[in-house]
């Protein structure tokens, strides 16, 4: 890797994640920069001197109109063409959560189509109806291009959303399993199928819990990486004789980020 890596973490609106994120990145051996949503829109260059930009979690808008809605209305009408330009330039692009609900609706994750910015999958209400806190079980999968879960094979993070249930149409969902798009599943606690809730918090259709786009590089997920940084952030730490300073289970997603967008510099 011949330079830093930089990542640009777009922040305010009502996201509130930025802090977690940060600290993963720069885990991973990144330099990370916090951005305001209305900074951004107002000096969009800043985008071109990054090389990962992370759409966080929280409740841009406040959720109104359905989460990420709003906040991708702003971008598609105030930053498509810098988007556009980051991501065919080889920039790598992480959704969490809120970030995963406003990729879908920017149509920046599946793309089957290039970066036309047309949404073709959506996250809806949990079948629950409610919102949903708690730990769950992710398998990657080995087929995907995502750079992001590259070595990755079970891993264990929280979630916490009540819009989180992934939808698409049957040819859409054909397509996506056609071409290895998905990038990460629910799983049970074996590490098999889900078998419904809670497993599958959400009702997601073929349990998907994390997709990315054909060049492997823009990525979007429901669960919260940077939220496991540690082992001491697990909910059963004492159980299992968890080192201070060891990593959790989600700063892999970080590491594999920075790797990758090191390759190119």
Partial sequence: ???????????????????????AFELAGAQSKLIHLNDLLEAPKALASHHVLAFIGG?????????????????KFRLADDLKRFVLNGGLVIGICNGFQTMTRLGLVPAFNGFD???????????SSLFRDDWVILKAESGSPCVFTRGIDTVRLPIRHGEGKFMADATVLEKLEEENLVALRYVSSNGGPARGFPDNPNGSLNDIAGICDPTGRIFGMMPHPEAFL???????????????????EGLAFFRNAINAAGEAL
């Fill in 59 to 75: 409740f841009s808008y406040g959720d109104h109109l359905g989460a990420g809605t709003v906040f991708a209305n702003k971008l």
């Fill in 1 to 23: 890797m011949s330079q830093t890596v930089k990542a640009l973490i777009i922040t305010g609106v009502g996201l509130n994640c930025e802090v977690e994120t940060a600290r």
């Fill in 230 to 248: 540690s082992p001491l952030n697990a909910p059963d730490w004492t159980r299992h004789d968890a080192e201070s300073g060891s990593a959790g």
């Fill in 117 to 127: 910015l047309k949404q073709q999958v959506a996250l809806a209400h949990n079948d």
